[in-house]
Each structure stands twice: as structure tokens, then as C-alpha cells.
């Protein structure tokens, strides 16, 4: 059975900082595009970041030179760390593992608000 458990968010003011893990297990991690998504209420759930079983990054607009997405393989964990957090940036972020080859699986979310 497949399980994506994230932690790590919470309540972040402005120019604050937070970050996020997801611990898989189920899979075999590194054969796994590991991803960040979000969304807010009202919008469609969107990319943050993903990262490849090369470590090799790719990043929404919104958020390049802000986030920075980064994997351990050992212990089956990706993680987000987020820098100067905006408002904007708040919403239900949610873990993704895709093979590429198959339907990929997600997290329950973790939620993250920004706010003063």
C-alpha cells in the first residue's frame, strides 16, 4: 500500500520561512518524479516544483529563487523549503509521486497560511 505522508506546515508570516517533508513508502523512491503542488481556495490545484530520480529541478514561476525542492533517497523523503512567504502563497500543498508510466499517487495535503 502506497502512503505519502506530508508535515510541516502551518501558520507563517510574511518574509517567513517554513518546510515541508513527504515521507513514501509503499515504492521504490528513486524511480519516482517526486512533486510539490498546491491549491488555494477557489483555484485549481497547481505546480510548486518537481524533482526528478536525476535531482534534476523544475519550478513554477511564482516560486523560483523562493523555494527549493530537494530529496533523500534513503529515507524515502522529499522535502520543500519555502523563503519569503507571501499571502499568496497560501493554500493546501500537497505531495506527488509519479513514475510516469502509471497514475501517480498524493498526500492528504498539509496546509500552509501566510498571513500577518
Known amino acids: 500500500q502506497v502512503q505519502l505522508v506530508e508535515s510541516g506546515g502551518g501558520l507563517v508570516q510574511p518574509g517567513g520561512s517554513l518546510r515541508l517533508s513527504c515521507t513514501a513508502s509503499g515504492i521504490i523512491f528513486s524511480f519516482y518524479t517526486m512533486g510539490w503542488y498546491r491549491q488555494a481556495p477557489g483555484k485549481q490545484r497547481e505546480l510548486v516544483a518537481t524533482?526528478?530520480?536525476?535531482?534534476?529541478?523544475n519550478y513554477a514561476g511564482s516560486v523560483k529563487g523562493r523555494f527549493t525542492i530537494s530529496r533523500d533517497n534513503a529515507k524515502n523523503t522529499v522535502y520543500l523549503q519555502m523563503n519569503s512567504l507571501k499571502p499568496d502563497d497560501t493554500a493546501v500543498y500537497y505531495c506527488?509521486?509519479?513514475?510516469?508510466?502509471?497514475?501517480?499517487?498524493w498526500g492528504q495535503g498539509t496546509q500552509v497560511t501566510v498571513s500577518s
Open positions: 524533482i526528478r530520480s536525476s535531482a534534476s529541478t
Open positions: 506527488n509521486a509519479d513514475a510516469g508510466y502509471s497514475n501517480p499517487y
